[in-house]
């Protein structure tokens, strides 16, 4: 059974930098696809950045492109998001994801990953 849970949330003043970890278990992630979503009040769950955990590839939506960094260290089997420079607007409750890297499939779409963390709460004030 494949399970995340996520860490690292807080309040930070714009222009601060936090760091959420992911650490998954129960599942040879060698194959899979691992990702960040957010979801602010009253708005639809939203991609933020997606890793390629075999070979390490990302990328991110254009909203936090520059700013935001995923990683993982494959020992700890631990996925990570740095997030620098923030604002308020990237107030949300951040989630990780994952979904085998298999078949065809819409990364950036909440319903093509069938694991999710129970999200960690990032409030950042003006």
């Known amino acids: 059974q494949v399970q995340l849970v996520e860490s690292g949330g807080g309040l930070v003043q714009a222009g601060g930098s936090l760091r959420l970890s992911c650490a998954a278990s129960?599942?040879?992630?060698?194959?899979?696809?691992m990702s960040w979503f957010r979801q602010a009040p009253g708005k639809e769950r939203e991609f933020v950045a997606r890793?390629?955990?075999?070979?390490?590839?990302?990328n991110y939506a254009d909203s936090v492109k520059g700013r935001f960094t995923i990683s993982k260290d494959t020992p700890k089997n631990t996925m990570y998001l740095q997030m620098d420079s923030l604002k308020p607007e990237d107030t949300a409750v951040y989630y990780c994801?994952?979904?085998?890297?298999?078949?065809?499939?819409?990364?950036?779409?909440?319903?093509?990953?069938?694991?999710w963390g129970q999200g960690t709460q990032v409030t950042v004030s003006s």
């Open positions: 129960g599942q040879t992630f060698s194959d899979y696809c």
């Open positions: 890793l390629i955990w075999n070979n390490g590839y990302t």
């Open positions: 994801a994952a979904r085998p890297n298999s078949g065809t499939y819409y990364h950036t779409r909440a319903y093509s990953y069938g694991y």
